[in-house]
């Protein structure tokens, strides 16, 4: 596609729930990104992948947030036994070059927006 | 570790004025600078990148400084126009990812 897409926009979670959330990049690019941004924050790095390899998870807060990309094009997050601090703007990323995202620019989709109850 | 401070993390201008935002950076071994623009619930749309080497980058009525040794860097904006208003964000490489600043929320009024 022309951009990258990601789904749902909204999601409201009950506390205690798993969520999975989607990422589409853009067609090609080998590099993807999650990255959460609380309200009133910057975006901060969740996790990276080069093609299906997830290269970096330093990022991810805990246990309870798994990330893959099994065929290195479409991604998923997925939040287990969802809490109230995971409440944020999920953003994913992508970049054409491998390894090079943040010399090189990256393309950002518009995000989904997690609210947990 | 890299941190990112922005400064001021609110303004609200009239239509017209000319107006300066801050960055902050703590480590000075950067490749580049980026300023991004956030508008309410969409993602970010980068705006300039500021080469090292660089000290300055300008695109339209944007103009982005990088100054490396005092770590710090400013996003002029001229002749601001309501649709400027948004949240500009600038961040600085880290690895293979973004250390993003908390952001100035810029509110141009008519």
């Known amino acids: 596609g022309a951009g990258v897409s990601q789904s749902p926009r909204y999601k409201v979670a009950k506390r205690g729930q798993d969520v999975a959330l989607r990422c589409d990049p853009i067609s090609g690019h080998v590099s993807l990104f999650w990255y959460q941004q609380a309200l009133g924050q910057g975006p901060e790095f969740l996790t990276y992948f080069q093609n299906e390899a997830q290269l970096d998870k330093s990022g991810l807060p805990s246990d309870r947030f798994f990330a893959e990309r099994p065929e290195g094009s479409v991604s998923t997050l997925k939040i287990q036994r969802t809490q109230q601090e995971d409440s944020a703007v999920y953003l994913c990323?992508?970049?054409?070059?491998?390894?090079?995202?943040?010399?090189?620019?990256?393309?950002f989709g518009s995000g989904t927006r997690l609210t947990v109850v | 570790k890299q941190e990112v401070t922005q400064i001021p993390a609110a303004l609200s201008v009239p239509e017209g004025e000319n107006l300066v935002l801050n960055c902050s950076f703590t480590d000075s071994a950067i490749y580049n600078l980026q300023w991004f623009r956030q508008d309410p619930g969409k993602g970010l749309t980068s705006l300039l990148l500021?080469?090292?080497?660089?000290r300055e980058q300008t695109s339209g009525r944007l103009n982005a400084s990088l100054d490396k040794s005092s770590g710090r860097s400013t996003l002029y904006i001229a002749a601001s126009q309501p649709g400027d208003s948004a949240t500009y964000l600038c961040?600085?490489?880290?690895?293979?990812?973004?250390?993003f600043g908390p952001g100035t929320r810029l509110s141009v009024l008519p």
């Open positions: 990323a992508s970049s054409l070059p491998p390894g090079g995202g943040a010399n090189y620019g990256y393309t």
């Open positions: 500021i080469q090292s080497s660089q």
């Open positions: 961040a600085v490489p880290y690895g293979q990812n973004f250390v």
